[in-house]
């Protein structure tokens, strides 16, 4: 389950109704699918999409999805490195951005304008969506593996745009729930 920190606050999060109801305060939406377990994390991304057809539909019904798909990065993944240097940094996005965690460990934080920067480690059977304009970026985990279904309005608005403000330079790019495994 998703744990929410907040460190100006010295706040910790780790039930998924205060998390929920914490997140909605800042235009984050959250869920908890518990039926993680009845599809295996390494299905075949068709598998993966099929099972959660239901959720997937109700969210392209509620917002305006047109398309989803299945991302998959583990260490390996070639310029890992270059590609996340594109979501470190302090963004948004002329549309939403939702994802759910089927495999591995990614770390949101969400600055709102005006108030404290919430970081949000998700693991398989979180989802998350952050609405356009909204301030983030992401991190892997130390484990430096996700695997998550993407939803898109339009693929091409899922573009970054940076707010070049540094505020990401101030928070370690560390989860505080999944193990630490050091990458090289």
Not at 124 to 144: K, Q, S, T
């Amino acid at each position: 389950m998703a744990i929410v920190d907040i460190p100006k606050k010295k706040t910790r999060l780790n039930n998924a109704e205060e998390i929920a109801l914490f997140l909605s305060g800042i235009g984050i939406d959250y869920e908890r699918w518990d039926n993680i377990g009845e599809v295996g994390p390494d299905a075949s991304d068709e598998e993966i999409l099929e099972f959660y057809s239901v959720e997937i539909d109700a969210l392209k019904a509620k917002g305006g999805y047109v398309t989803a798909d299945v991302i998959n990065i583990v260490p390996t993944t070639p310029n890992l490195d270059a590609m996340l240097d594109k979501f470190n940094k302090e963004h948004w996005h002329d549309e939403d951005e939702v994802r759910f965690i089927v495999k591995g460990h990614g770390l949101f934080h969400i600055a709102p304008v005006g108030d404290d920067v919430a970081s949000i480690e998700m693991e398989a059977g979180d989802m998350i969506r952050v609405p356009r304009g909204a301030h983030h970026w992401f991190n892997l985990c130390g484990d430096r593996t996700v695997r998550a279904i993407r939803l898109f309005q339009d693929v091409s608005g899922w573009t970054p745009h940076y707010t070049g403000s540094g505020k990401d330079s101030n928070y370690q790019p560390l989860c505080f729930g999944a193990a630490y495994i050091p990458h090289k």
